[in-house]
Nanobody
Framework: QVQLMESGGGSVQAGGSLTLSCAVS???????LGWFRQAIGKEREGVAV???????KYVESVKGRFIISQDNAQKLLYLQMSNLKPEDTAMYYC????????????????????????WGQGTQVSVST
């Protein structure tokens, strides 16, 4: 059973930085991991994805500002966020795709949450002007 638990959210001023962590357990070789966010009144959207070989992909709005990485030894997934903007305010979730559904990056994995079969509880990020 895959379990995910996020931490590291908080409040920050625009231009600031935060690093989110997700404790990952139960995943197997070949599983993919990702970070999603959901702002009030909006649908959940993919932010960054890392494949089973460590390759990464980002949604256009965070390219150059966010970095997804993982520490396999510590079983942690990270999202380093810099130059934060008020529009980054959202609940952030880590997600796992376990079962080898994914073989390559597609837009669908960012926009269709049903592609992912495990989710954490989320951590809130608030960015003020």
């Amino acid at each position: 059973q895959v379990q995910l638990m996020e931490s590291g959210g908080g409040s920050v001023q625009a231009g600031g930085s935060l690093t989110l962590s997700c404790a990952v357990s139960g995943t197997q070789k070949g599983d993919w991991l990702g970070w999603f966010r959901q702002a009030i009144g909006k649908e959940r959207e993919g932010v960054a994805v890392i494949d089973s070989n460590g390759r990464t992909k980002y949604v256009e709005s965070v390219k150059g500002r966010f970095i997804i990485s993982q520490d396999n030894a510590q079983k942690l997934l990270y999202l380093q966020m810099s130059n934060l903007k008020p529009e980054d305010t959202a609940m952030y979730y880590c997600a796992a795709q376990s079962g080898s559904l994914f073989t390559h990056f597609t837009p669908l994995m960012f926009g269709d949450v049903s592609q992912w079969n495990y989710w954490g509880q989320g951590t809130q990020v608030s960015v003020s002007t």
